[in-house]
C-alpha cells in the first residue's frame, strides 16, 4: 500500500532530530570524554532512531532500513557494556564516600577497581561500532534519504486520516505488549519478566513521543507517567542485577586471592564492605518493588492505560474538528527529550 507523502515527511523530521542528537555526541563518545553523559545520550538518541525507522517502514526500501538497522543496533549494544559499566561506577563511588568505618571500605575500593577495569575493556568496542558506522556511510546515507522526503509536505500541514491511524495502530500495539506484563507485578520474583516489562515501557514511550504532537496537550501526561515507571521498573533491575552479581564477584576474588597467595587469608578484608553494599541493594529493591506495586494498582483504578486508548482513538472520530495542525518544530533543547 502506498504511503502518503505527509505520512514519510511527519516521520522524518522525527527521525532527524534523533539523528542529530546522535552525531552530536559523537566526538566525546569516540575519545572516550570522561563526561560520562556522551555515552548515555548518545545511547537514548540510537535507542530512539531503532524505535522510530521501523514506524515508518514502508517510507523505506525493506532491505535498506534492515541494513540501517543493523547498523544502528551494533552500535547501541557496544554503547550499552560502557554505560551499564559508567553507571555502577558511579552507585559504587557514591556508596563509598559515605563509608566511614575503615573496615568496609576495602571490599568496596576493590569492586570499584575492578568496575573501572571492566569499563576500560568496553571503550575499544565503542570505538570500533563508531568507526564501522562511519565507514559504512550509515548515517549520510539516512540524511540523505530523509531529507529528499521532507519537501514533499510543507511543515505544519494538518495531519491527514492515514497518519492518525498509523498513530493509534502503533501505540495500541505497544501498549497491548506493555499491558501484557500486568499478572506479572505483584510476583516479586518474576525478576527476568520486570526487566522485560521495562523494556515494553520504553518502546510504549518512545512511540507515543514519536506520535505525541499530534494530540492535545502532546499526551504529556502519559509520558510523564510511563517516564516514571521507566525509571523505577530500572532501579528495581539495576538492584537485581547486583544481587546476582556482587556473589559472583567475590567468589571471582576469592579465587584470585587464593592463585596469587595460595591462601584465601587477605580475602577475607573484602567480604564485609560487599556484603553491606549487597544488602543495601536488597533492601532497597525490596522497598522500590513495594511502592511500585501499589502505584500500578492505583493507575490502574484510575483507567490511566484506557483514558490513552480513548485519547488516541478520538482523531479517528473527528479529525480536524479536535486537533488542530501541527506546530512549528521549535529549536531548544528538551530535556526530558534527553532522558532514557
Same mark, same amino acid.
Given at each position: 500500500?502506498?504511503?502518503?507523502?505527509?505520512?514519510?515527511?511527519?516521520?522524518?523530521?522525527?527521525?532527524?532530530?534523533?539523528?542529530?542528537?546522535?552525531?552530536?555526541?559523537?566526538?566525546?563518545?569516540?575519545?572516550?570524554?570522561?563526561?560520562?553523559?556522551?555515552?548515555?545520550?548518545?545511547?537514548?538518541?540510537?535507542?530512539?532512531?531503532?524505535?522510530?525507522?521501523?514506524?515508518?517502514?514502508?517510507?523505506?526500501?525493506?532491505?535498506?532500513?534492515?541494513?540501517?538497522?543493523?547498523?544502528?543496533?551494533?552500535?547501541?549494544?557496544?554503547?550499552?557494556?560502557?554505560?551499564?559499566?559508567?553507571?555502577?561506577?558511579?552507585?559504587?563511588?557514591?556508596?563509598?564516600?559515605?563509608?566511614?568505618?575503615?573496615?568496609?571500605?576495602?571490599?568496596?575500593?576493590?569492586?570499584?577497581?575492578?568496575?573501572?577495569?571492566?569499563?576500560?575493556?568496553?571503550?575499544?568496542?565503542?570505538?570500533?561500532?563508531? *568507526?564501522? $558506522?562511519?565507514?559504512?556511510?550509515?548515517? /549520510?546515507?539516512?540524511? +540523505? #534519504? %530523509?531529507?529528499?522526503? @521532507?519537501?514533499?509536505?510543507?511543515?505544519?500541514?494538518?495531519?491527514?486520516?492515514?497518519?492518525?491511524?498509523?498513530?493509534?495502530?502503533?501505540?495500541?500495539?505497544?501498549?497491548?505488549?506493555?499491558?501484557?506484563?500486568?499478572?506479572?507485578?505483584?510476583?516479586?520474583?518474576?525478576?527476568?519478566?520486570?526487566?522485560?516489562?521495562?523494556?515494553?515501557?520504553?518502546?510504549?514511550?518512545?512511540?507515543?513521543?514519536?506520535?505525541?504532537?499530534?494530540?492535545?496537550?502532546?499526551?504529556?501526561?502519559?509520558?510523564?507517567?510511563?517516564?516514571?515507571?521507566? *525509571?523505577? $521498573?530500572?532501579?528495581?533491575?539495576?538492584? /537485581?542485577?547486583?544481587? +546476582? #552479581? %556482587?556473589?559472583?564477584? @567475590?567468589?571471582?576474588?576469592?579465587?584470585?586471592?587464593?592463585?596469587?597467595?595460595?591462601?584465601?587469608?587477605?580475602?577475607?578484608?573484602?567480604?564485609?564492605?560487599?556484603?553491606?553494599?549487597?544488602?543495601?541493594?536488597?533492601?532497597?529493591?525490596?522497598?522500590?518493588?513495594?511502592?511500585?506495586?501499589?502505584?500500578?494498582?492505583?493507575?490502574?483504578?484510575?483507567?490511566?492505560?484506557?483514558?490513552?486508548?480513548?485519547?488516541?482513538?478520538?482523531?479517528?472520530?473527528?479529525?480536524?474538528?479536535?486537533?488542530?495542525?501541527?506546530?512549528?518544530?521549535?529549536?531548544?533543547?528538551?530535556?526530558?527529550?534527553?532522558?532514557?
Amino acid at each position: 500500500m502506498k504511503t502518503s507523502a505527509c505520512v514519510c515527511a511527519y516521520g522524518a523530521r522525527v527521525i532527524l532530530k534523533h539523528l542529530k542528537a546522535f552525531e552530536k555526541e559523537w566526538q566525546g563518545v569516540h575519545t572516550g570524554a570522561e563526561d560520562i553523559e556522551h555515552i548515555h545520550r548518545m545511547r537514548v538518541a540510537s535507542r530512539r532512531l531503532r524505535a522510530t525507522l521501523p514506524l515508518f517502514e514502508r517510507c523505506f526500501p525493506p532491505k535498506k532500513l534492515d541494513g540501517w538497522m543493523k547498523a544502528i543496533r551494533r552500535v547501541t549494544r557496544a554503547l550499552g557494556a560502557a554505560r551499564d559499566a559508567d553507571v555502577q561506577i558511579a552507585r559504587v563511588q557514591a556508596f563509598l564516600d559515605g563509608v566511614e568505618d575503615a573496615r568496609l571500605r576495602p571490599g568496596l575500593q576493590r569492586l570499584l577497581l575492578r568496575l573501572r577495569q571492566a569499563r576500560m575493556s568496553h571503550q575499544p568496542a565503542v570505538t570500533a561500532a563508531l *568507526e564501522k $558506522l562511519a565507514e559504512q556511510g550509515t548515517l /549520510d546515507e539516512i540524511k +540523505t #534519504f %530523509l531529507e529528499e522526503r @521532507l519537501n514533499a509536505c510543507e511543515e505544519g500541514t494538518p495531519p491527514d486520516a492515514e497518519l492518525y491511524a498509523l498513530a493509534h495502530a502503533e501505540i495500541t500495539r505497544r501498549l497491548e505488549t506493555f499491558l501484557s506484563y500486568d499478572a506479572i507485578v505483584p510476583v516479586p520474583e518474576r525478576v527476568a519478566e520486570l526487566h522485560e516489562m521495562r523494556i515494553a515501557t520504553k518502546w510504549l514511550r518512545y512511540t507515543v513521543e514519536t506520535f505525541a504532537p499530534l494530540y492535545p496537550d502532546e499526551l504529556s501526561h502519559w509520558l510523564s507517567l510511563l517516564r516514571n515507571i521507566q *525509571e523505577r $521498573l530500572g532501579q528495581i533491575h539495576d538492584d /537485581d542485577v547486583w544481587l +546476582t #552479581f %556482587l556473589p559472583a564477584f @567475590l567468589e571471582e576474588e576469592r579465587q584470585r586471592v587464593e592463585a596469587f597467595y595460595g591462601y584465601t587469608r587477605p580475602f577475607r578484608r573484602l567480604v564485609a564492605g560487599v556484603q553491606w553494599f549487597e544488602q543495601t541493594c536488597r533492601e532497597e529493591r525490596e522497598r522500590l518493588y513495594h511502592e511500585f506495586v501499589s502505584d500500578w494498582q492505583l493507575w490502574k483504578d484510575r483507567r490511566e492505560w484506557e483514558a490513552l486508548q480513548e485519547q488516541i482513538n478520538l482523531p479517528r472520530l473527528d479529525t480536524g474538528e479536535i486537533y488542530p495542525p501541527l506546530k512549528q518544530e521549535e529549536n531548544h533543547n528538551d530535556s526530558e527529550m534527553l532522558s532514557a
